[in-house]
């Protein structure tokens, strides 16, 4: 026993020692210029053979600044911060290098001559860890999904299931209409075997059984944490959850917005992560209580008010954007206009928008819906608790609600705001956003690469605004930190109801000075400024002269 012990510790030894030799990722150092060349193209036998040039001759190429190698003096400056430099493009102007100091990569972004900085390859840290005990990487056959591959492959989700993130240790609050059977149905099985379903609260009848209410949030539910291999595996089946019951199917009044909020600010106590809302309002039985169109600007309404806020602690908020987009509301219902949620339209299997799907922009213009999944035709337990289909942006919102606890396990130190960002920075619209599937499918394995290349400076979430002072009396200033050129920004006042009560706008200079303000009343505010598709938000303190 002794000598297998002895043994076990020479080898663990051994491992650990390829463990430190080859703990350096591997990224890609894109580049601005090639400034500091000393090679010119008219001089093109410096850096290329007389065959290379003959070719170019023969073939009517013209020699070109792609041709001229990397700067030496970028070069230079990248090896004195000790990175190993592996190789470089000279026809992509990057350069592919070793970093085992992972501090280091924010220290290269800041560089004036680099672009961006990407993951190319991680290191062997985890590879050496699993040599340590032979245990080869687990790929998840797509079979074990049954039919709901789909909806997780649209999003490329396998990547994270197969790097062993599927929502472990992540909390998830499903806000919803009832949970009918989720103590008896198959599909939760490994929920209630493993104590995964952490506790419930009927926030319409405090005195009702929470799994004889509406099956609603139980479809929803199985779309993320459903087990059943072979048949039916969520895209967070390892997560664990709270189940809040806040709508009631019978009736549609402003009370159900009170009992979200009352949902969410419990999902905060307790130390949720993430939040789905399969649920939405903008119509009552009462017409006084309905919204119009322009209640939907991201934070008017009390729900979405509670939804902003949940984000503000710390919680990932998403919510289906609506099925309105074929009747005469058309648009996005709230909480999904809000302006730190996460709003899913619904695709089908072949990533086209279901016409069901609601539309944006939110009002005011800023980008609604954010992303899009499957929501038409979605596997999932059905209402009568057998294994099918369905659609609505009821189930797209939790298949990537589900995803989105995956890249938080995967990331544990990125903010909500960070995890957020890589989200919609992945998704297959980024650049051509519009108002019926936003920034369209994320792809999961780019958002993970965009938070593990954190100094990215896409991914980076500094202010554009800056406002002072703050507390203030009668005026504000308001400057701009960056060099981004806007045409016009629009800047709203609010209070903490909701009500507008300034609304102006202004050309982008040293500093914009807003006066007069001595009439708005004292205490907390909320001041956001819109600038082209970007919307920032400010907590002000308004007190006497």
């Not at 989700?157 to 599927?166: A, D, E, M, T, V």
């Not at 991914?459 to 605004?465: E, G």
Request: charged fraction near 15%; glycine fraction near 8%.
């Amino acid at each position: 026993m002794k000598t297998r012990l002895v043994l076990l510790s020479i080898i663990l030894c051994f491992h650990l020692g390829l463990q430190a030799q080859n703990s350096s990722s591997t990224y890609w150092v894109k580049l601005k210029n090639k400034t500091g060349t000393p090679f010119q193209v008219s001089h093109p036998e410096a850096f290329l053979s007389q065959r290379s040039i003959d070719r170019r001759l023969k073939q009517h190429i013209p020699i070109d600044e792609t041709d001229l190698p990397v700067s030496p003096v970028y070069l230079d400056n990248i090896k004195k911060l000790g990175v190993q430099v592996v190789h470089s493009s000279k026809w992509l102007n990057g350069l592919t290098v070793k970093i085992s100091d992972t501090t280091l990569i924010k220290t290269i972004v800041a560089l004036p001559f680099v672009l961006s900085v990407e993951l190319t390859k991680p290191s062997n840290v985890l590879k050496s860890t699993r040599l340590k005990f032979n245990e080869p990487e687990t790929i998840i056959a797509p079979s074990q999904y049954g039919n709901a591959y789909n909806q997780l492959s649209q999003l490329n989700g396998q990547y994270l299931h197969n790097k062993g993130f599927r929502g472990k240790g992540i909390q998830i609050a499903v806000i919803d209409a009832g949970f009918w059977k989720v103590n008896e149905i198959a599909a939760f099985d490994s929920l209630r075997t493993s104590n995964r379903i952490l506790g419930t609260r009927d926030f319409v009848d405090p005195q009702s059984d929470i799994y004889l209410q509406n099956s609603h949030g139980m479809s929803v539910l199985s779309t993320i944490g459903g087990n059943i291999p072979g048949t039916l595996v969520g895209t967070a089946p390892d997560a664990s959850f709270y189940l809040f019951r806040s709508e009631d199917v019978a009736t549609e009044y402003l009370v159900e917005e009170d009992n979200w909020v009352a949902a969410a600010e419990l999902a905060d106590s307790v130390g949720v992560d993430v939040i789905n809302s399969s649920l939405g309002y903008n119509l009552f039985d009462d017409p006084r209580m309905n919204h119009t169109y322009s209640d939907m600007n991201g934070t008017k309404n009390r729900v979405t008010q509670g939804a902003n806020m949940a984000f503000e602690k710390g919680i990932l908020v998403f919510t289906s954007a609506g099925n309105e987009g074929n009747n005469a509301w058309r648009h996005i219902i709230s909480p999904s206009d809000g302006v730190n949620v996460i709003a899913v339209a619904a695709v089908d299997k072949f990533a086209i928008r279901a016409t069901f799907s609601s539309v944006g922009p939110a009002f005011g213009g800023a980008v609604k819906p954010n992303v899009a999944a499957q929501g038409s035709s979605t596997f999932l337990v059905t209402s009568n608790g057998e294994i099918g289909t369905s659609s609505g942006t009821s189930f797209s919102s939790p298949v990537l609600t589900g995803m989105g606890a995956c890249l938080m396990q995967a990331n544990p130190q990125a903010t909500v705001k960070q995890l957020k960002l890589a989200i919609e920075q992945s998704a297959s619209m980024y650049l051509t956003r519009d108002s019926l599937l936003g920034f369209g499918i994320p792809d999961f394995q780019k958002a993970d690469l965009l938070l593990k290349t954190s100094g990215v400076k896409s991914i980076q979430t500094a202010s554009t605004w800056v406002v002072s002072p703050n507390p203030f009396s009668d005026y504000i200033f308001i400057r701009q930190l960056d060099t981004t050129k806007f045409e016009n920004c629009s800047v709203n006042i609010y209070s903490l109801q909701g009500v507008n009560l300034r609304q102006s706008t202004f050309i982008p200079s040293e500093a914009i000075l807003l006066k007069n303000l001595s009439n708005l009343p004292k205490g907390f505010l909320i001041l956001t400024i819109r600038s082209g598709d970007k919307e920032e938000q400010f907590k002000l303190i308004k007190i006497s002269r």
